[in-house]
């Protein structure tokens, strides 16, 4: 469900610029913002790097993109 809500013309304007790098819709930035500020919020501890790392394995498991990890 689909819900407005007011944010900043500036948010609006980087959330634009950072979703034409990644082939995201001004919505789906925004979005993923708030996943990795929720992640980050939740797990203090973790660096960006991993929380990213987490998340595009959630979505590749969403999107049944599975592999078997082989360890080194």
């Known amino acids: 469900m689909a819900t407005a809500v007011r944010i900043s013309e ?3 304007e980087e959330a634009r610029r950072f979703g ?3 082939h995201r819709s001004l919505a789906g930035q925004i979005e993923h913002w708030a996943r990795l500020g929720k992640c980050a919020e939740e797990n203090p501890d ?4 991993l929380i990213k790392e987490i998340l595009l394995g ?3 498991l969403d999107e049944n ?3 078997e990890y082989k360890f080194g």
């Open 20 to 22: 034409r790098i990644d």
């Open 10 to 12: 500036k948010l609006v």
């Open 58 to 60: 959630l979505d590749e």
């Open 65 to 67: 993109e599975k592999t």
């Open 46 to 49: 973790l660096p960006y790097s």
